[in-house]
């Protein structure tokens, strides 16, 4: 897992050592194990929210784990062209390369470490595939695809943009430099993420090494979501044991703790986990498909306006990549 990576860690700043006397380290509540599935043209993928009320979820919708897959010549696949609306779509690439066209002339290509931020607000056509030169060669394949809730008020804005390479994102350390942490929106410990985010939300990918533990300040009135990525290790005070492919539900409080098992598989011998809070909207969710709207009525008004051709037209050609960056639409 290269993502974001240093030669040294120890030179990056340091979350603050927590005082143990007031501190009150979130607890689990749930752990739930994604099921594996199919998703666009054929790629495999892990369901992490499957099974999570939505109300524990709260500002979040759904979170896809793309790959890990080593494909062989030709096997590399994407999505065909779909439409969004209502939601934010954060596209995270720890290996591999991915384009992403839309259909309001943005496009651009992302790879290790970077994210592609789109608020798709009032509507667009999208498309998401790997570059022809992967698909001839073949090659390693693993990302992440979060959908982050629109309040009402911003669910029919301009659609838009961000293109976050992987170096923008804030790095700093445990206080023993047993872990990585890239911090991509948010904030942690006052290091700022690049992400601009409608909803005050946090996210955070985090590697920790065998053996290491670490405690981390979280804004007591944000959720606390971890997605294991790869690896083993414990969670929460009472060290709850998870593994790749879990997602961890934490209870209320202002600190999380986890921390890597000593013994690790030979293929993730770290703990990679995905951190993810925000502070929750509490509306109504009409979720269908591509479109997270409020109502029923603005879910039918989406289709409508998907088949009327409103939220755009596929372009009669793939929009060329030159330095990476979406125009903005």
Sequence with gaps: MPAVTVQDVLVLPRLPQLDQTTTHYRPVTRVTTAPSGYEGEGFPVRRAFAGVPMRELDPFIHLDQMGEVDYAPGEPKGTAWHPHRGFETVTYIIDGIFDHQDSHGGGGTITNGDTQWMTAGSGLLHIEAPPEHLVMSGGLFHGLQLWVNLPRVAKM???????????????????????????????????????????????????????????????????????????????????????????????????????ADRQQDSHTPQLDLYLMGGEPIREPVAHYGPFVMNTRDELIKAFEDYQAGRLGVVPAARVPHTDGRSPRP
């Design 157 to 259: 804005s301009p659609p838009r943009y961000q293109d976050i390479r992987g170096k923008e994102s804030a790095l700093l350390t445990s206080p023993d430099g047993g872990a990585l942490i890239r911090v991509i929106a948010g904030e942690i410990a006052g290091h700022r993420g690049p992400g601009s985010t409608h909803t005050p939300i946090t996210i955070s990918h985090v590697t920790v090494q065998p053996g290491a533990e670490v405690e981390l300040p979280w804004r007591p009135d944000f959720n606390a979501l971890l997605y294991v990525l790869g690896g083993r290790g414990t969670v929460g005070p009472d060290r709850r044991p998870v593994h790749t492919g879990q997602l961890v539900v934490h209870g209320p409080g202002d600190a999380l703790r986890f921390a």
